[in-house]
């Protein structure tokens, strides 16, 4: 099985500042797929970005990028440049490569972006 | 094109009675997931469906929790007989497989156990 761990329960970041999410991973597949989510106070889940595991060149959205370190199990967001609108919980998450198969997702991490 | 369309988006249920949540996936897509999420917790995935076939419910609590996904109609999350720790935000998620992995939310049904 697979277990996916965030172990920032709570991060807070200025304005316009970068910061970085982490997050490890637990598994025995060699291909997989990563993603981190983000769920404001609204509750609704959005897909911020997404990675291969067989890609080695790490996934970039705007200001959001991954640090993929495959050998490591570890899978990091960066968020540059935050705004207001960033303040949200974001879960890391893991999918086995057969497409269709279950997202398992690790606790969470609470980020406050300050004015 | 709607997103993922889930109702009730807040249930209230005494202990004892039958929770029915409801899921809509987005037009094209045929596979639906469901997850539930405890306060201050992750999505914990509960069961994986295609029209008229259940794929895995390996999530899914062994009594009480139903779910199906009818060949006309939403996918259906039944809980029976709901006790207090069935309180929990319940989201539904389809994807358009195989052409793609993503899996996109629905907006979520808090359901409140009294």
């Known amino acids: 099985a697979q277990t996916v761990t965030q172990s920032q329960p709570e991060m807070s970041v200025q304005e316009a500042e970068t910061v970085t999410l982490s997050c490890t991973y637990d598994t025995s597949e060699n291909n997989y797929y990563l993603f981190w989510y983000k769920q404001p106070p609204s509750r609704q889940m959005i897909l911020v970005i997404r990675q291969e595991a067989y890609k080695q060149q790490n996934a970039t959205e705007n200001r959001f990028s991954v640090n993929f370190q495959k050998a490591a199990k570890s899978f990091s967001l960066k968020i540059s440049d935050s705004q207001l609108g960033d303040t949200a919980m974001y879960f890391c998450a893991f999918m086995k490569g057969n497409a269709g198969n279950m997202l398992t997702f690790g606790g969470g991490t609470r980020l406050m972006v300050k004015p | 094109n709607a997103g993922v369309m889930q109702n009730p988006r807040h249930l209230v249920r005494r202990r004892g009675q039958e929770a029915r949540l409801r899921c809509s996936p987005m037009?094209?897509?045929?596979?639906v997931y469901w997850y539930r999420q405890l306060p201050e917790e992750g999505l914990k995935f509960m069961v994986y469906?295609?029209?008229?076939?259940?794929?895995?419910e390996s999530g899914m609590p062994k009594e009480r929790f139903s779910a199906e996904f009818p060949k006309e109609g939403p996918s259906i999350l039944r809980i029976q007989q709901v006790v207090r720790g069935d309180s929990a935000a319940y989201f539904c998620a389809s994807s358009p497989y195989p052409f793609d992995n993503e899996q996109f939310f629905g907006p979520g049904t808090r359901l409140t156990v009294l």
């Open positions: 469906l295609q029209k008229e076939n259940i794929i895995d």
């Open positions: 037009k094209g897509h045929s596979h």
